[in-house]
C-alpha cells in the first residue's frame, strides 16, 4: 500500500550558487549586469525541499525531444531520515 501523500507534488529548489554584494553595487544592476557567484560552472549544486538540504548533483542539459532543457543527475542523496 502506497503512502497517502505520495502523489503530492513539492517545490524542489537547485541552488547553483551564492552571491553577497554590497547593497550599493546590488542598487546599480540592470539588464546585462552580471552578478558573480560563489561557485564554478562544474561545482555541485544543491537541492533544497524548503531549507532542507535532501540532495547534491551535477547539473546537464537534456537531449532528444528535450535537447536544451536544464536537469540535475544526482549524486549524493540524503537518508530524509537523518540529512546529508
Do not use: Y
Amino acid at each position: 500500500m502506497s503512502h497517502p501523500f505520495s502523489h503530492v507534488p513539492l517545490d524542489i529548489t537547485v541552488s547553483v550558487g551564492r552571491a553577497r554584494p554590497m547593497l550599493r553595487d546590488l542598487l546599480r544592476l540592470g539588464r546585462d549586469s552580471v552578478l558573480p557567484l560563489d561557485s564554478k560552472v562544474d561545482d555541485p549544486v544543491e537541492l533544497f525541499i524548503g531549507d532542507r538540504l535532501i540532495a547534491r548533483g551535477e547539473l546537464q542539459e537534456l537531449d532528444g525531444d528535450q535537447a536544451g532543457q536544464l536537469a540535475v543527475r544526482l549524486t549524493e542523496v540524503a537518508d530524509l531520515g537523518s540529512g546529508l
